[in-house]
């Protein structure tokens, strides 16, 4: 869990099944006394990545050249 607010933050869960709505996968895991939580992928370790920086127009000005 990496989500900074959520209760279960910095624990594991098992995942009891995988399911996707609307293009997000969601995550249905067992979490002892709170029961059975759905977690989206981006609250936990398997969802993407942080960026490294804010994006900017500066970044996309970058990524532009990049791609040139």
Do not use: K
């Amino acid at each position: 869990m990496t989500h900074p607010f959520h209760p279960l933050v910095g624990q594991r869960v098992a995942i009891l099944f995988a399911r996707r709505r609307a293009g997000i996968r969601l995550y249905v895991c067992e979490a002892g006394p709170l029961g059975s939580v759905t977690l989206p992928e981006d609250f936990t370790d398997r969802g993407m990545t942080p960026a490294t920086r804010p994006l900017t127009v500066e970044v996309l000005a970058e990524l532009g050249a990049e791609n040139d």
